[in-house]
């Protein structure tokens, strides 16, 4: 014990050691236990080491260094005390697994002595993310931290495995606090090879971009000859990157791209996709997957058929896959994905545009028609007028984007939460991507989502805040859950009570209320002209605009939208 580290001592030798690693931000909740770190990164924020954000909800902090790993592309870190403190982080922990973010959790704890002893606030705090870090480090009360932050953040930067979250479990001993060294400097900072704001990630990311143009160049089409008619597609799921378009673009070959693909750009994207699949889905040869689908089952069925052959673009191991779990077969390198894919027949591009045109023209018509803002309507006009960072909400919004969003025009960056597309932290996560790089930030998101994580608007006094706009299609409830099975006339029939209470789950909450409680300007809007005024507006600080519409008769707008492009692609 007389050689061990006093803990504020332990604590700065912690921080430095996340500097020296590249982690730039902190989201920090207060506590007792936590108060050694507490000081240390005041220390190092006041030497202009790293950036502290404080927040009193642990959900909430732990999606906000969510966002800020996101936004800046780099590991972020979040601080706890002890006990149930650090649960609270567990659904970030589980996005960042799924995800791939590099997210860095320190959680304080009571010195080994204490566990199991009933001490107050001590549980068994090792391990407590199971199998959903990559390393959980137990860091015992009077050692070097250094060592084991070093190794911690290595692993959540990913190398030869995906990135992800890990859990640094630091213990402290009596005292907490800085005594007669209260003014002392923080310990130097090592130096870093990480200063640049990127990820080993995205630098793989960014050298497989750079490599993918002479692939593609000298790649030619070894392929067997085009079929003679129909061909092959790419379907660019969430995380695709701007890859999958260029490969599209290149064979000349339909894009299939969700929104948060980050490919849904060209001449190869075709925008209501998942409408024609039942049109045009029987002329398809072969399916190239690039990233990981999720929204839509028209796609999902595509990726089951067994009568064509489907191939996964796969360079690096993703966090979301397990070998042996797809059918797909799994290629990591684009010549022998070339070689795969081959050419489509004549004209095949050509058809799938002249009725993704024809199918968007009857969208946008109907659309018009309609009495109030919709959510295809609403998603569409978003996507136009944001060229700055873009969140989507789980659930309905997204896919309203998915249906709508031209690709002729693309916000800086998409982001969403698709790693086990949950509704929480929605609100707390684009906090942090608005605050990682100071880009304007537009979140589309439904109002149970917004609600689920209202608590993510608290930002306490003397906070950095966000240049950041919620725009909330208020519906009154949980609306995709109409457009499920669940809303179809015979269960409606049946059970329409206890399925508008257990998934409806109708809420009459005053949002501009809401709003004002946490000092965040309101606007609401019932027109899209009046939401198109209120995005025109310079994107600075905090806003909520809302926009109020019908979620009763959703079904039957869907069923329309079906008709009327069923109706233009028919012989």
């Known amino acids: 014990m007389s050689d061990s580290l006093p803990s504020i001592e332990a604590a700065r030798r912690a921080v430095a050691a996340l500097a020296g690693g590249g982690v730039h931000d902190v ?4 506590g007792s236990r936590s108060a050694p770190l507490a000081y240390a990164l005041a220390e190092a924020e006041a030497a202009g080491q790293l950036k502290l954000h404080v927040r009193i909800d642990e959900r909430s902090a732990g999606f906000t260094a969510l966002g800020l790993a996101l936004g800046g592309k780099r590991p972020a870190a ?15 922990v589980m996005e960042a697994n799924h995800a791939a973010v590099p997210l860095v959790v320190l959680s304080a704890d009571r010195p080994e002595e204490l566990r199991g002893t009933g001490a107050n606030q001590t549980t068994q705090q090792p391990g407590l993310f199971g199998s959903h870090v990559r390393c959980a480090l137990d860091v015992p009360a009077g050692e070097d931290p250094g060592p084991f ?41 090592p130096a870093s090879g990480h200063d640049d704001g990127a990820t080993l990630a995205s630098a ?52 299939l791209a969700e929104p948060s693909s980050n490919a849904r750009f060209g001449i190869s994207a075709i925008a209501p996709y998942r409408l024609l699949l039942g049109h045009l889905g029987a002329g398809i040869t072969r399916v190239v997957v690039f990233g990981r689908p999720t929204l839509s089952r028209p796609v999902a069925a595509l990726l089951a058929r067994t ?9 690096e191991p993703a966090a979301w896959f397990e070998p042996g779990r797809r059918p797909e077969r799994i290629i990591g390198n684009l ?24 199918a968007d023209a009857a969208i946008a018509t109907l659309l018009a028609g309609e009495e109030g803002p919709t ?14 960072f873009l969140v989507l909400g789980s659930s309905n919004p997204i896919r309203d984007v998915d249906l709508t969003a031209a690709p002729g025009w693309h916000p800086l960056e998409v982001f969403a939460n698709r790693g086990l597309a949950g509704i929480d932290g929605t609100v707390s996560t684009a906090t942090g991507i608005a605050l990682a790089t100071g880009v304007p930030t537009r979140v589309l998101l439904g109002d149970l989502t917004f609600l689920h994580d209202a608590g993510g608007l608290l930002i306490g006094a003397g906070e950095t805040e966000p240049d950041l706009q919620l725009v909330v299609l208020n519906d009154h409830g949980g609306g995709i859950f109409g457009l499920l099975e669940h809303g179809e006339p015979a269960t409606m029939e049946r059970y329409g009570p206890a399925v508008e209470r257990l998934f409806g789950t109708p809420q009459q909450v ?11 300007d309101f606007e609401r809007v019932t027109t899209l002209q009046g939401l198109e005024t209120a995005m025109e507006r310079p994107l600075r600080g905090r806003s909520i605009v809302e926009v109020q519409a019908d979620r009763q008769s959703l079904r039957a707008l869907h069923s329309r939208i079906q008709d009327a492009v069923a109706a233009v692609l028919a012989p």
């Open 27 to 30: 989201v920090v909740a207060p």
């Open 78 to 92: 979040v601080l706890t005390t002890s006990g149930t403190a650090v649960g609270e982080l567990l659904p970030a």
């Open 149 to 189: 932050v070093a190794r911690a953040v290595r692993e959540a930067r990913g190398g030869g495995a995906p990135a992800g979250p890990v859990q640094l479990n630091l213990a402290f001993r009596d005292p907490l606090v800085p005594a007669g060294d209260a003014g002392a400097a923080p310990v130097e900072v």
């Open 204 to 255: 793989r990311r960014d050298g497989a971009a750079a490599g993918s143009a002479e692939a593609l160049r000298a790649g030619g089409r070894r392929a067997p000859s085009a079929p003679a008619a129909g061909g092959p597609v790419v379907v660019a799921g969430h995380g695709a990157g701007e890859l999958a378009a260029v490969f599209a673009a290149h064979l000349g070959l339909p894009l």
């Open 307 to 315: 009568d064509i052959e489907r191939a996964l673009y796969l360079p």
């Open 335 to 358: 010549p022998e994905l070339l070689e795969f894919t081959g050419p489509a027949a004549p004209g095949w591009l050509e058809a799938w545009r002249s009725a993704g045109a024809a």
């Open 375 to 388: 959510g295809p309507a609403v998603a569409e006009a978003v996507w136009e007028q944001t060229d700055g």
């Open 510 to 520: 005053d949002l501009a209320a809401l709003a004002a409680a946490y000092g965040v």
